[in-house]
Nanobody
Framework: QVHLVESGGGAVQVGGSLRLSCAASGTSIKFTAMAWYRQAPGRQRELVALLTPASDTNYAESVKGRFTISRDNAKNTVFLQMNSLKPEDTAVYYC?????????WGQGTQVTVSS
């Protein structure tokens, strides 16, 4: 049974930084594609960042240069470092895992950016 637990969300002012964590159990993130999605009120869930087992990354255009996805294989944890935050980054952020689609999801963590 794969279990993902996000943490690190919170409230921050414009221009601030947050680091989200996603602790995984039941699967090794070293061999699993991992991703961060977000969903703002009234909007569809969107892909923010993706990290493959080969360490390839992909980012939404809106976060390129500001967000960085990484992992610590020893801790079986994936991170999302978010810098230069903007009000439009406000959303619930979800961690996802899988090698064929995204069958596993965390419960989400709220990020609120205020001006």
């Amino acid at each position: 049974q794969v279990h993902l637990v996000e943490s690190g969300g919170g409230a921050v002012q414009v221009g601030g930084s947050l680091r989200l964590s996603c602790a995984a159990s039941g699967t090794s993130i070293k061999f699993t594609a991992m991703a961060w999605y977000r969903q703002a009120p009234g909007r569809q869930r969107e892909l923010v960042a993706l990290l493959t087992p080969a360490s390839d990354t992909n980012y939404a255009e809106s976060v390129k240069g500001r967000f960085t996805i990484s992992r610590d294989n020893a801790k079986n944890t994936v991170f999302l470092q978010m810098n230069s935050l903007k009000p439009e980054d406000t959303a619930v952020y979800y961690c996802a895992a899988g090698n064929t689609g995204w069958p596993y999801w965390g419960q989400g963590t709220q990020v609120t950016v205020s001006s």
